[in-house]
């Protein structure tokens, strides 16, 4: 159980998912606004021209800040998921650096032909050149 949790986590704070479903939110976010812009704009804009209805200044007053009001709620939902992200991705950065150990070296620099070869050989297989001798 604990290793299908573990790999649960893994997937769901994968970058693919985390940005999936932001969008997702963002998404559903921003369909408030096209609402409201739609409502309070063009649709009075609309029934004005054709005549089918007259507006006091209080009612244009109050389409404005219903819209106002929908970009003000998408702004602050961006504005606290932003905030939510890059605190996530500063936990994730914190578990893996406490994770990552450098790891031993595996090969050097023969002096002669500076060629890679393994840390083990005593002789350059490139330039076959004697790198150190063995201790018997």
Do not use: Q, W
Request: with cysteine; aromatic share 8%.
């Amino acid at each position: 159980m604990r290793k299908f949790l573990a790999e649960f986590k893994a997937f769901a704070l994968r970058g693919n998912v985390m940005d999936m479903a932001i969008g997702m939110i963002i998404g559903g976010s921003f369909t408030s606004i096209v609402t409201s812009l739609t409502d309070n704009c063009i649709n009075p804009i609309l029934n004005f021209a054709t005549g089918a209805a007259t507006y006091s200044l209080s009612d244009v007053a109050g389409f404005a800040s219903t819209f106002v009001s929908a970009v003000v709620n998408f702004v602050i939902m961006a504005f606290i998921l932003f905030c939510m992200l890059k605190i996530m991705n500063r936990a994730l950065e914190l578990g893996k650096k406490k994770d990552e150990t450098p790891a031993a070296p595996t090969t050097k620099i023969c002096p002669f032909c500076k060629s890679e070869i393994s840390i083990d050989a005593v002789r350059c297989p490139h330039c076959t050149s004697v790198l150190e001798e063995k201790n018997a």
